[in-house]
């Protein structure tokens, strides 16, 4: 008979050895693309959430950032779920464009978040489905699962709010829009409404540990759907030229921005296509910048 030393550390105390002729099931991930956010969607987690809004997020944002905002009037006769794509250069974009949305969709508005950045562990899942509303998508790859998940929320009457570029800018500028807000607006029938945010990029650039207080700008643009037999990629041209006009209608005036919108010589938002040290210094000009000089900055972060 063994001893009763001889049994701690061992089963029931430990967990059994799996037995190595019997092959083990696949591991249930509760992360990443397979966190649930449903949670977040239901009335305690909305009221706590409208709550934090009013008492802490929107206080310490015009503290910080003090935003303000133009382009309500052309969204003004929208009252279905919108997708709002706008262009990313900081974690302070969610936060400060969920304060500019209407009030009408503010609550009733999906954030789309990285599942390998903020669900990859429980306290940050948990932290950005309560704060935010965001629910995980593939940024990588194209998803079905992502795919889906957002089409059914859309259609349930929840609006979206995304960033066709797939993660923040590296270096300031812009980079290439991916089809999926153009796509979920062609499959859903949803309005695809272009932002464009200003100034969180000076406030909390990538890399930064404290904000600096500044001024941020968002504008939000004509709704967007897709013309008779136009796909998601063109869609997608046409919402990041529309981004685009945004910036410029923001640098310089609505005629300026809509006059060269109209000759398709609005600035790109993606700048030069040189070396770092010639994207950085290009992005410091302001107004000497090639192509708007003596028509005002072009763009601020």
Not at 248 to 254: A, V
Request: hydrophobic content about 40%; aromatic content about 8%; some cysteine.
């Amino acid at each position: 008979m063994r001893r009763p030393d001889a049994l701690a550390g061992t089963f029931p105390f430990a967990a059994p050895a799996w037995p190595t002729s019997v092959p083990r099931p696949p591991l249930e991930r509760a992360l990443g693309m397979d966190y649930d956010t449903a949670w977040a969607r239901r009335y305690p987690a909305r009221f706590a959430r409208m709550m934090l809004q009013r008492v802490v997020t929107a206080p310490v944002l015009r503290a910080l950032a003090d935003p303000h905002c133009d382009g309500l009037d052309r969204i003004a006769h929208l009252n279905e779920p919108v997708i709002f794509a706008a262009n990313h250069t900081s974690h302070l974009d969610a936060p400060v464009l969920l304060g500019a949305i209407p009030q009408r969709w503010r609550h009733r508005t999906i954030v789309a978040g990285a599942a390998d950045y903020f669900f990859d562990s429980r306290v940050k899942a948990a932290t950005l489905a309560l704060a935010l509303n965001a629910v995980p998508i593939e940024r990588q790859r194209v998803s079905r699962t992502s795919a889906a998940r957002l089409e059914e929320l859309l259609r349930s009457g929840w609006s979206l709010l995304i960033f066709p570029e797939g993660g923040r800018s590296p270096d300031g500028w812009a980079q290439p829009h991916r089809a999926g807000a153009a796509w979920l607006g062609a499959r859903t029938g949803c309005p695809v409404v272009p932002v464009h945010l200003e100034g969180t990029g000076q406030i909390l650039p990538r890399g930064a540990r404290r904000p600096r207080p500044g001024t941020t700008h968002v504008t939000f643009g004509r709704p967007l759907r897709p013309g008779a037999g136009e796909g998601a990629r063109k869609l997608a041209a046409r919402l990041e030229a529309a981004v685009a006009a945004l910036a410029d209608e923001q640098t310089t005036d609505w005629w300026t921005a809509t006059r060269r919108a109209a000759q398709r010589t609005t600035p790109s938002l993606t700048g030069p296509d040189a070396g770092a040290w010639r994207r950085s210094w290009a992005l410091g000009l302001g107004s000497r910048r090639a192509g708007v000089a003596s028509e005002g900055r072009w763009p601020r972060r």
